[in-house]
């Protein structure tokens, strides 16, 4: 269980190609503090930590989380948003975020907003029910607050604000259109859904 507060930028500095996919990631983390099989927000993917030395971590990537994952994820030199698993007592200062990912967004527009900036992403139709204005949502891994949500013939955009220290601290700054990003919708949300559909059966 995670956050959505990101706590490290990592960098992929190895990719093998096994039955799955070992990635090598380069971390500022103490890996003494970190123990094998821990858990590690990558991106907002939670993966297992396989193995460690001074400075790394590595995690095992299947197939079936590649390919549910935003293009370009597993790439050599790709930055990784990075969030340990959170402890009991832990303060939770974004919102419940499971490492699990609901889909792939596309960024549409990147505007300037005072000092932030906007960013409006298209996502896939399944996922927009899930979205609400003022409720939250993980960008590769990242836990932030929709602005805005509009349903149009050409599918459903949402926006969200990055303000400074955000685009600082996270990979985020970096976006531009046409970029995939990794979302995970609200773990509360799902469960609404879910009840909305036996509700009505």
Sequence with gaps: MFTGIVTDIGTIR????RGDTRV????????ATIDLGASISCSGICLTV???APGWFAVDVSNETR?????GQW???RALNLERAMKLGDELGGHIVTG?????AEVTEVASDGDSRRIAFRIPPDLAPFLAPKGSVTIDGVS????AVEDAADGTRFTVNLIPHTQAVTTLGALAAGHAVNVEVDVLARYLQRME???GR
């Design 14 to 17: 190895q990719i093998e190609q």
């Design 24 to 31: 090598v990631v380069a971390t500022g983390y103490d890996v």
């Design 50 to 52: 396989v193995d460690k």
């Design 67 to 71: 390919s549910r994952t935003a293009q």
């Design 75 to 77: 790439t050599e030199g």
């Design 100 to 104: 699990h990912i609901d889909g792939v």
């Design 144 to 147: 932030l607050t929709v602005n």
């Design 197 to 199: 559909h036996y509700r």
